[in-house]
């Protein structure tokens, strides 16, 4: 099932990815991501000023490798196409657009599996009772 988005007055498609790439994917971009998993649930829950959202970032550059998570928002990108079924031309792209196809990827790829999975209920669930909460 292909899914659209506007971005700057270019249309991209995007599909799910067939089930074992879907999974390698989803491995992958967990693995990359997995530094900012904290700043990731705070964004995802809403909460924090700008200013806590950029520190959080910063924790996670500080954290990250480079390498992988550059490789990580090309392939996401070049998961996506243009009119006509072409390719997403990354060097066309401004820094901002890259990451806005690269996160609409994202999204079709995993937002049905996070908002069904235990993932999805970790990240919005209260902590059980007597626990302390994050």
Do not use: W
């Amino acid at each position: 099932m292909a899914s659209n988005r506007t971005i700057n007055n270019t249309v991209y498609t995007c599909e799910k990815l067939p089930a074992d790439q879907g999974l390698a994917f989803f491995l992958r971009t967990s693995k990359v991501l997995e530094p900012a998993k904290d700043l990731l649930m705070f964004v995802l829950s809403g909460g924090g000023t700008d200013e806590e959202v950029l520190a959080g970032f910063f924790r996670f550059v500080k954290d990250m490798d480079a390498a992988q998570v550059h490789a990580l928002v090309i392939d996401a990108a070049s998961h996506c196409r243009t009119e006509g079924n072409q390719p997403v031309v990354i060097g066309i792209l401004t820094l901002t657009e890259l990451l806005q196809v690269a996160q609409y990827c994202l999204e079709v790829q995993f937002r049905d599996f996070l908002a069904d999975s235990a993932v999805g209920t970790f990240y919005t669930a209260p902590p059980p009772q007597g626990e302390p909460s994050a």
